[in-house]
């Protein structure tokens, strides 16, 4: 493909998509909370323009309502909240660096190989770029979904969840300019009490081990299985 | 269409509502009467589909496949909510474990997860489908941590992460079968709509079908408890509330099969020219067969009761997945009858052990001896729903696996032998725990709770009625909902 000879909304797109997907791989290695927040923020920034520029495209009023409402939701909502979540919490300071970076992002860069070779069956009835930005979403999704494997801090595994959306949210774009209305407003709907749970979830955790390692709570679960200490029911 | 507003709304009303009651117990019964009411709503539904034939419409569709789903997930509504009144009652007044604001929120999302279930079974549009598949992973995951213990919290954190990413991937499939389908649309259709997707489901590009099914699998997968996505499903029963995972068992997992299956419907018709026709049903056979063979073998060495019958729904989830792909309309007819005996005997059990919990007061296995002396009811109620379960004539659940393994034994010989020993292991594992557990020497100062089994005598002998004769109206709906699936009429 050579980006020169296509349109310029096109260029533009793919350029916005390859930045969101660089800043899936910031986000990855991205060890600092505090800093990470801040990334996610602006990948939903770059989800969001991607969308109005679609929309302006095709002249399609409601993409231009979907991108409003991935700015409201992702780049002020919930960054705002985890922002908040995070000084309730005294976790700003908070480093969580990743056990195997090296290995890691290898695997990250993998995954978009992958992702490339998954997305390949479209390429034969859309023009190319439609297909590069289809790769890179699938991308940013399984990059999200690596996020929370490898990280340890729930709040990180919550950004990685985010992340998934964003990248769910750009294939929905780029492919078919955006799913119907309803369905759009249904997700935001999801991802925003999902944000809500998720805060109620960090109190009740912190309350009951006193941390937010997730390691911890799975060490829990095996001591039920292994039958040792458990049942302090009434 | 009025009856189906009053069997999928008066749920969402009673969200709202009961999370204003503040009295538990007024709760409570506001919680059977608005569950009654949408039952209420689902029979007039299916009285109407059954003159009237199939309702399409207004982002609606009720068929033959959906229409007993919606009549099953009410039914096991009404009951469980019959159960849960006085059980939730003992939890919050004299165990004291869950705080009054806990009750609003537990009645409140009761409701809750019924209207998403509802939704999910009779909307046309597959994007309200995922959506309502979400909300009932957000309805329900604040329930499995309402008792605050950390093994709580645990659950319901494992719940909801693995829960949110699998569905995340149906929701790439989701975008990715509407991607397929822009292609081919007509004008001004809905390109996420079911009953237009089928229509031009032939002519969908058979390898982004692919992708797309391969997401929705892994997708709804994931909430149907297929191994290797299963570990937040035992979790999450044995540490929420007993009432959550009688319906969690009997109807959640249900739905998202519903999904998958519609998904393979789709898969099927737009692969059939190509050189893999039967795709979708082997993954489904794969998944099945693995999930069957894994949760029968963990039945094994369990020493949660709650975990112990969360392993068993695995086990009967793998089975119905396969009854799905091996497909024809014997496997299919069997499946279908699958998802409704096991879901009433699987919530009945459920039932049962919240009251045998109570009497022994832990769920650890070991320490639950000798329910039949210390309270008769009970321990037949567990013993007779042990053996429903575990596929003993005359009950329906040796109907369907019957019909399921005489479908093997034509299409796939080789794997019937598989499935037999399976269910012998399956068998062997659940009786060496639950005997015990049922004809032990109870504890000296183990007593009898107040327990209401109209619930489960109620479940079980439907169960057993559907093993010894299928109603000619069930059976037909289910012939109408094979056909539908395969294409084919059972003979």
Redesign the interface.
């Known amino acids: 493909m050579n980006l020169g000879t296509l349109p310029l909304v096109d260029q533009a797109v793919l350029v916005l998509a390859a930045m969101a997907l660089f800043s899936a791989f910031a986000l990855l290695a991205q060890s600092r909370l505090l800093a990470a927040i801040h990334v996610f923020a602006w990948q939903g920034f770059l989800v969001a323009a991607v969308a109005a520029l679609t929309g302006a495209a095709s002249r399609d009023p409601h993409l231009y309502l979907s991108a409003a409402i991935t700015l409201g939701l992702k780049v002020l909502l919930i960054p705002w909240m985890l922002h908040r979540l995070l000084r309730r919490l005294s976790l700003e300071r908070q480093a969580d660096p990743l056990a195997y970076p090296a290995l890691t992002l290898l695997a990250a860069a993998a995954i978009v190989v992958f992702a490339d070779w998954v997305a390949a069956p479209v390429a034969q009835f859309e023009h190319s770029a439609t297909r590069n930005v289809i790769a890179i979403s699938l991308a940013i999704v399984l990059l999200g979904l690596l996020m929370m494997v490898v990280r340890r801090q729930a709040l990180a595994q919550v950004l990685g969840f985010m992340a998934m959306e964003n990248g769910l949210f750009l294939a929905a774009v780029a492919s078919t300019h955006g799913m119907p209305l309803v369905v759009e407003l249904g997700v935001a709907f999801d991802v925003l009490v999902a944000m809500v749970l998720f805060g109620v979830f960090f109190l009740q955790i912190k309350d009951s081990i006193d941390s937010l390692d997730v390691d911890r709570l799975s060490q829990l679960s095996a001591s039920i299985e292994r039958d040792e200490i458990t049942e302090q029911r009434p | 269409m009025i009856w189906l507003l009053l069997a999928v709304f008066t749920p969402l009303a009673g969200t709202l509502l009961l999370a204003l009651i503040p009295r538990a117990r007024m709760a409570g019964l506001a919680n059977l009467a608005l569950s009654a009411l949408s039952l209420a709503g689902s029979l007039g539904l299916a009285l109407r589909v059954l003159h009237r034939g199939s309702l399409h419409g207004h982002g609606f569709l009720v068929d033959p496949f959906n229409v007993y789903l919606v009549v099953l997930t009410a039914f096991v509504g009404l009951t469980t909510a019959v159960f849960s009144r006085p059980y939730m009652e003992h939890v919050h007044l004299a ?1 004291k ?1 869950v705080s009054p604001a806990g009750m609003r929120l537990y009645h409140s999302m009761y409701q809750g997860f019924l209207f998403t279930m509802l939704l999910a079974l009779t909307t046309n ?1 597959l ?2 489908l ?2 309502a598949v ?2 009932a992973t ?1 309805a329900t ?2 329930l499995v ?1 309402l008792y ?4 709580a ?6 719940y ?2 693995l829960c ?2 699998g569905i ?2 149906a ?2 499939g ?3 079968l ?2 397929a389908a ?2 081919v649309l007509p004008p001004g259709a ?3 709509d079911w009953s237009t997707l089928y229509a031009i489901a032939p002519q969908l ?1 058979p ?2 079908m ?2 797309a099914f391969a997401f929705l699998l892994v997708g709804y997968g994931t909430k149907v408890g297929l191994v290797p996505l299963h570990s937040w499903l035992p ?1 999450a029963h044995s540490e929420g509330p007993t009432p959550m995972s009688a319906v969690l068992s009997g109807l959640l997992l249900n739905v998202a099969l519903y999904a998958v299956i519609r998904m393979k419907m789709l898969t099927d018709a737009a692969l059939a020219a190509s050189r893999t026709p039967a795709l979708a049903g082997h993954l489904l056979m794969g998944f099945g067969l693995l999930t069957f063979l894994t949760a029968v073998v963990s039945l094994h060495r369990r ?2 009761i709650k975990r112990l019958f969360s392993y068993s729904s695995i086990e009967h989830m793998g089975l119905m997945t396969f009854g799905f792909g091996v497909g024809g309309p014997l496997a299919t007819f069997a499946a279908l009858l699958h998802m409704l005996v096991h879901a009433l005997t699987k919530s009945s059990i459920f039932v049962t052990v919240g009251h045998a919990t109570h009497i022994a ?4 296995i070991e320490r639950i001896r000798g329910l039949i002396r210390t309270q008769p009811a009970v321990g037949w109620g567990l013993l007779l729903g042990v053996v429903a379960i575990a596929g003993f004539p005359p009950f329906g659940i040796f109907a369907s696996e019957f019909l399921l393994l005489s479908a093997t034994m034509a299409s796939w010989p080789w794997l019937a032998p598989m499935l037999v020993l399976g269910l012998v292991i399956a068998f062997a594992g659940l009786f060496r725990n639950i005997q015990p557990m049922v004809f032990g020497t109870p504890p000296v100062d183990q007593q009898a709770v107040r327990a209401n089994m109209l619930p489960v005598m109620l479940h079980l002998a439907l169960v057993l009625s559907l093993g010894i004769v299928i109603p000619a109206v069930l059976s037909n709906w289910l012939g109408a909902a094979t056909m539908l699936i395969t294409g084919a009429a059972l003979r």
């Open positions: 165990e474990r549009n994007g309200i995922w959506v979400e909300g957000l995951v604040l941590s605050r213990t950390p093994a919290i645990e659950a319901a954190w494992k909801f992460i949110g990413v995340a991937q929701l790439f989701t975008v990715a509407y991607f822009q292609h809905n390109g996420l590009e390898r982004v692919v992708v979790d020493h949660d007061r832990t769920q650890r």
